[in-house]
């Protein structure tokens, strides 16, 4: 598959070099990886979904159950297949019930799947979030990894935050108040700085 650098990537590790020595660091370790996107839009949604609140590793050995059992993940292929099946990979009820609700949407057009290209990252995790199973977090990992937005921070991601406390020796949890703050001088490619804060925790890249 090609992979595709965002306009903005080179760019955004040279500033942000200049401005955090410490993510600096972790930049000069990957000089030749990068964000790029899946291009398919449900597919980001449903691994997003899969991977909510479990480890990168848990989610990847679910998607590959997930994968072997059903084939290629199609809105039609999830919207058709029983219940019972897509629990057998490991998805909670809750996580098939959020899928086949990701997949009667996008077969229905309640998304606006074509203007999220014009449209701002907030009037985007406002169209998604309509959708019962996704959630800020999720959304904000669709910005990234499909529309590869540059400067998407998310809050609530926890192998983010644990990347900040790992990289300026801080106890785990930190205070949103100073997450925000340190994320202030990553502007306007905090995208990128998280991307990075991810690799700083596993040299295998994140993917949706």
């Not at 899946?38 to 590793?57: C, E, M, N």
């Not at 098939?96 to 014009?118: E, G």
């Not at 609530?156 to 703050?181: A, Q, S, V």
């Not at 990128?192 to 295998?204: E, G, H, N, Q």
Request: with cysteine; glycine share 4%; proline share 4%.
């Amino acid at each position: 598959m090609y992979k595709k650098k965002p306009s903005f990537w080179s760019v955004a590790k040279k500033e942000l070099k200049k401005k955090d020595k410490k993510l600096g660091k972790i930049i000069d370790s990957y000089p030749e990886d990068f964000l790029f996107s899946k291009s398919d839009p449900f597919l980001t949604l449903a691994r997003s979904i899969v991977g909510q609140q479990i480890s990168v590793k848990a989610a990847q050995s679910v998607w590959d159950k997930l994968i072997f059992k059903i084939g290629r993940v199609s809105p039609k292929l999830i919207e058709e297949v029983h219940s019972n099946k897509l629990k057998s990979t490991g998805l909670s009820r809750q996580k098939v019930l959020y899928l086949k609700n990701l997949a009667h949407a996008f077969i229905n057009k309640q998304l606006k799947v074509k203007s999220w290209n014009k449209m701002s990252d907030e009037d985007i995790i406002n169209d998604l979030v309509k959708i019962k199973g996704i959630g800020r977090w999720t959304a904000e990992m669709f910005l990234i990894f499909n529309l590869c937005r540059a400067d998407v921070y998310p809050l609530d991601d926890i192998g983010m935050i644990k990347g900040i406390c790992k990289i300026y020796n801080y106890n785990y949890p930190i205070k949103r108040e100073k997450l925000i703050l340190i994320g202030n001088k990553w502007k306007p490619y905090r995208s990128v700085a998280t991307w990075y804060l991810w690799r700083s925790l596993d040299p295998i890249p994140v993917e949706y």
